[in-house]
């Protein structure tokens, strides 16, 4: 079963407006991952947010972190049609040898001009 | 600097044949992972390697193996394939040897398996 489970599945918005995604999981982690991933390519690394750090902003995008609710979020602001992607959260180990990044089934974004 | 690359990019095979797939990881990471995704699901993991050697496995039978190369290179191997082994194949790397933090990982842009 996947760790991280986002939600909703699919969202569609108009450009400028901004745009929700979360993530749930279920075991305590260490770190937490998002991802991007524009139809049939690889996945791009959004943001990297530690169990420790509550919140963390990269350009338009804004990622939580809650981890009594096991719960994380991402906000992406002022939405533009090439944000138009599925985005995953992970749940990633300590260190990168530590073992595997566990992946929900994504939210689908699209971001109408 | 190059990022990771995987190739074929494409390829169709007929069940019961047996595939390889081929990753060279970033520069300067040396622990590959990969992964399987199957239309409109997440990624799943399939195993990690670090020093030639895998170090966690995921859900997936012993048909789907793999090996690392001294230059952090790797292959996938699926043997006597299944018409449920289509998917997008990814390959991703991390860490840099001795990295004790957390580091994301970097992706290729897959191969795409079509069992017929």
């Known amino acids: 079963s996947q760790q991280g489970e986002e939600d909703p599945q699919a969202l569609s918005i108009q450009e400028g407006e901004n745009a929700t995604m979360n993530c749930s999981y279920k075991t305590s982690i260490n770190n937490l991952q998002w991802y991007r991933q524009n139809s049939g390519r690889g996945l791009v690394h959004l943001i990297l947010i530690r169990s420790n750090e509550r919140e963390k902003h990269s350009g338009r995008l804004r990622v939580t972190l809650d981890t009594s609710k096991k719960s994380s979020s991402l906000l992406i602001t002022a939405s533009r049609a090439a944000d138009t992607a599925s985005y995953f959260c992970?749940?990633?180990?300590?260190?990168?040898?530590?073992?595997?990044?566990?992946f929900g089934d994504g939210t689908t974004l699209t971001v109408k001009p | 600097d190059a990022g990771v690359t995987q190739s074929p990019t494409h390829l169709i095979k007929t069940r019961g044949q047996q595939v390889t797939l081929r990753c060279s990881p970033k520069?300067?990471?040396?622990?590959v992972s990969w992964y399987q995704q199957a239309l409109g699901q997440g990624p799943q993991f399939i195993f990690q390697?670090?020093?030639?050697?895998?170090?966690q496995r995921g859900n997936f039978p012993d048909r789907f193996s793999g090996h690392q190369f001294p230059n952090y290179s790797s292959e996938l191997n699926v043997n006597a394939l299944l018409l449920g082994d289509s998917a997008l194949y990814l390959c991703?790397?991390?860490?840099?040897?001795?990295?004790?933090?957390?580091?994301?990982?970097?992706f290729g842009n897959g191969t795409r398996l079509t069992v017929t």
């Open positions: 992970a749940t990633g180990p300590p260190t990168p040898t530590a073992g595997k990044s566990t």
């Open positions: 520069s300067g990471h040396d622990t």
């Open positions: 390697y670090y020093e030639e050697e895998e170090r």
């Open positions: 991703a790397s991390s860490g840099r040897r001795g990295l004790l933090r957390p580091s994301p990982l970097h």
